[in-house]
């Protein structure tokens, strides 16, 4: 312990310079349960000890929104914020974000420079990569009688019968919908594309729609799980890998699981820009990536945190090569010029009556 103690005041010293009227706190948004866990023992607790910095650490479901209103409201309460590229790509277009020197972020361990060690896109303009996660079908082996297989298998109610839970949001139950009809991965976006494949995508989900729980949080579909309100859903692979810890006897269902990335983003007009700089210094080196990934399963966006993982959690990783070989790349650009339109859409959807078949599966 005090070995680590000593690293991270002298990494704290070397690459944190905080002006020296210093705040003493920081509020930190990002997506809660196993996710937020695996931050608090990476990175935000060593970030504390080594500045004491106090940080507060809310919770949210992702969007823009209330970013919007702060900042143009000059009343910016939220310091960083953990956001997804799409919505990164978003709020930076708008203006929302501050932009970022990547030249100040920590080299690796054997002097790399970051612009090197860091993963192809994920150095943005206003933001600085962080994880690569999936959204994944999970199920519980026990519960279930026969275990599905692709994603075909989770559209069919008939022959896998019982409730499915999905986000509600039209990201990757559009693009899920498209695999299931028959579409390539490769295609699927540009199917999007059209008009007809958006029609084509929302009749498939209109097909499972009377079965279908809507969850807005990662936390929300474990919990639809755990207490068996569904026989599968979506959700982010690094929450299934925590509630395997807990004993739950839950498997993933890696076929065409859709991947994206995570990364840390300032709120324009802010008080604590400096310190929310130096947050994002400590918590993107590749000591505090390797020790968050300790905890959960998701890619680290540097090579040499990568390097420093458990090769048993890191067969679990959505990059690793056995979970790639149908997976689909979230397109970041492509949500980010489409989601306002087809959330409306997807909404109005959402509150048009539901048909329920006669014969309605378990």
């Not at 997506?31 to 000890?49: D, R």
């Not at 989770?154 to 019982?162: A, E, K, L, S, T």
């Not at 729609?209 to 799980?225: D, F, M, N, T, Y």
Request: net charge negative; proline share 6%.
């Amino acid at each position: 312990m005090r070995i680590l103690r000593r690293s991270i005041v002298l990494f704290a010293t070397a690459v944190i310079l905080l002006p020296a009227a210093a705040a003493d706190r920081l509020t930190v948004v990002s997506w809660g349960g196993a996710y937020t866990k695996s931050q608090m023992l990476g990175f935000i607790l060593p970030f504390e000890e080594a500045t004491g910095i106090t940080v507060d650490v809310l919770e949210y479901a992702g969007g823009i929104e209330e970013v919007r209103s702060q900042v143009r409201s000059w009343n910016v309460r939220w310091d960083l914020v953990d956001m997804e590229l799409f919505d990164a790509r978003r709020a930076c277009r708008e203006n929302l974000l501050v932009p970022l020197d990547h030249d100040t972020l920590p080299p690796a361990p054997d002097g790399t420079p970051a612009r090197e060690d860091f993963l192809d896109g994920s150095l943005l303009r206003c933001g600085i990569g962080n994880v690569v996660a999936a959204t994944v079908v999970a199920y519980d082996h026990e519960r279930i009688e026969q275990a599905p297989a692709s994603i075909e298998d989770f559209f069919d109610v008939q022959r896998f019968p019982g409730r499915r839970g999905l986000r509600r949001s039209p990201k990757v139950n559009l693009e899920w919908a498209l695999i299931a009809d028959g579409v390539p991965r490769e295609d699927v976006y540009r199917v999007l594309d059209t008009e007809e494949g958006v029609e084509r995508a929302f009749r498939v989900l209109s097909r499972i729609k009377p079965w279908v729980e809507w969850w807005r949080s990662g936390e929300e579909a474990i919990q639809l799980l755990e207490t068996g309100r569904v026989s599968m859903t979506s959700v982010f692979n690094g929450r299934v890998f925590d509630a395997v810890q807990r004993g739950e006897t839950f498997a993933i269902l890696w076929d065409h699981q859709v991947w994206f990335m995570d990364v840390w983003v300032i709120p324009r007009n802010g008080r604590r820009q400096e310190q929310a700089k130096a947050f994002i210094r400590f918590a993107t080196s590749t000591e505090s990536l390797s020790r968050q990934m300790r905890h959960i399963p998701y890619g680290p966006v540097r090579r040499s945190a990568l390097e420093r993982i458990d090769p048993e959690m890191r067969r679990q990783l959505p990059t690793a090569e056995e979970n790639m070989v149908t997976a689909i790349e979230g397109d970041a650009q492509w949500w980010a010029e489409n989601l306002d339109r087809l959330t409306d859409r997807f909404e109005r959807w959402l509150q048009r009556p539901v048909m329920v078949p006669r014969a309605l599966p378990n």
